[in-house]
Each structure stands twice: as structure tokens, then as C-alpha cells.
T-cell receptor, first 116, second 115 residues
Framework: DAKTTQPNSMESNEEEPVHLPCNHS???????IHWYRQLPSQGPEYVIH???SNVNNRMASLAIAEDRKSSTLILHRATLRDAAVYYC?????????????????FGKGTLLTVNP | GAGVSQTPSNKVTEKGKYVELRCDPI?????LYWYRQSLGQGPEFLIY????????DSGLPNDRFFAVRPEGSVSTLKIQRTERGDSAVYLC?????????????FGSGTRLTVV
């Protein structure tokens, strides 16, 4: 899977929007952009994914650059419960061997701190 | 159950001992995955099961590590002759199908400490 680059850490204030960036300049045409987050003492939790178009769900929005070399996870109103490590992951639907691609390759992610 | 259950939540063992870590996936999820997470790092893939068989065990670090899923539901990760470097959080995840765009559901993990 192609590599992603995220800031090590970010801070936000409660009830303000948060924009978490991710660079993926070597993304291929079939790579989907996935976001997971990991709250303290928990396993990772799926947040959102997209391919080319911006996506919205109940947790967040995903804004994808037109050239797909970067994306931004948007939390519209941060709460204290959103404090977590956020991982941006690229995953092709098909593995290099031609079968289903089931692996998630995690980097170090961005540690988001939310201040009250 | 509603989520992926992992037991025990914490395990402290002495160097050289054998340990078993258990994962109960979400009912009906055919795909099951084990990951390992060291402090300050993202999770790393260990092994993947589709049904009862280990479809990919390429992430297991050495032959001291072994995992089974005999009836296609519960899985056990087994570590022989534990070493201090095995200390980590072991995460299990399951999904309804393999690959594609399905989000994985992770358990809270088992924190293994080898002293």
C-alpha cells in the first residue's frame, strides 16, 4: 500500500471544527483513502473512507483533493471524546497478487488533543 | 455479542512461559485478523483467517507464534517461550467479508507484558 504522511500531533478546542490533513502523493488510481481512529485503551475504529468524491457520514467528513494526493478528515465540532490517534490509510481493493486486499497498513497517525 | 471481545484484557507472564490470547469475533463475521501494537506505533498485521483456515500468516514474527480458529469463529493466538520483546497490545479484528471497502471492527486488545 502507498505511504501516507500525517502530522504527529494536533490540538483543537472543544466545539470547534478540526481539519486533520493527510498527504499521499504516491496514491494509485485504485487506492481508497480510509480513516480510522484509536481512542485511549481501545482498538482502532473505522471512521470513513472515499475514493475521489468528498464523503460525509455521522462521524466526520472526508475532503479529497482533486489530484487525490492529499485528503482532509473534518470533525465539524470536536468533543472531548474525539481525542484519539487518527490514522490515514490507503488501501487498494485488490492485492498485488490479485486477490482481495485485507491488510490495513497503519502509520503512526496524528494524536489529536481536544482542549475543554 | 455486539463487538469483538478479547480476553484477557491484561496478561503478565514470565519470560519463557506459554500464553494464549482469545478473540471472539462478531457473530457471522467470516474474516478475522490479528494485529500487534507496540508503544507509540500503529498496529502491525500478524495473521488473517477466512473461515477456519489461516489465509495469510506472513506477519507472524517467528515460529513461536501460532494462531488457530478451529470452528471458524473464536480464534486463539498462542505464543511459546515468550520474550520481553513480545510485550505489546495484541488486537483482533473481524469483518463480514474480506477486503473491499468493509470497515473492520477491532476489539480492545490484550495487553501482554513479559517480565
Amino acid at each position: 500500500d502507498a505511504k501516507t504522511t500525517q502530522p504527529n500531533s494536533m490540538e483543537s478546542n472543544e466545539e470547534e471544527p478540526v481539519h486533520l490533513p493527510c498527504n499521499h502523493s504516491t496514491i494509485s488510481g485504485t487506492d481508497y483513502i480510509h480513516w480510522y481512529r484509536q481512542l485511549p485503551s481501545q482498538g482502532p475504529e473505522y471512521v470513513i473512507h472515499g475514493l475521489t468524491s468528498n464523503v460525509n457520514n455521522r462521524m466526520a467528513s472526508l475532503a479529497i483533493a482533486e489530484d487525490r494526493k492529499s485528503s482532509t478528515l473534518i470533525l465539524h465540532r470536536a468533543t472531548l471524546r474525539d481525542a484519539a490517534v487518527y490514522y490515514c490509510i490507503l488501501r487498494d481493493d485488490v492485492s498485488p497478487s490479485g486477490g482481495s486486499n485485507y491488510k490495513l497498513t497503519f502509520g503512526k497517525g496524528t494524536l489529536l488533543t481536544v482542549n475543554p | 455479542g455486539a463487538g469483538v471481545s478479547q480476553t484477557p484484557s491484561n496478561k503478565v507472564t514470565e519470560k519463557g512461559k506459554y500464553v494464549e490470547l482469545r478473540c471472539d469475533p462478531i457473530s457471522g463475521h467470516t474474516a478475522l485478523y490479528w494485529y500487534r501494537q507496540s508503544l507509540g506505533q500503529g498496529p502491525e498485521f500478524l495473521i488473517y483467517f477466512q473461515g477456519t483456515g489461516a489465509a495469510d500468516d506472513s506477519g507472524l514474527p517467528n515460529d513461536r507464534f501460532f494462531a488457530v480458529r478451529p470452528e471458524g469463529s473464536v480464534s486463539t493466538l498462542k505464543i511459546q517461550r515468550t520474550e520481553r520483546g513480545d510485550s505489546a497490545v495484541y488486537l483482533c479484528a473481524s469483518s463480514r467479508r474480506t477486503g473491499g471497502l468493509y470497515g473492520y471492527t477491532f476489539g480492545s486488545g490484550t495487553r501482554l507484558t513479559v517480565v
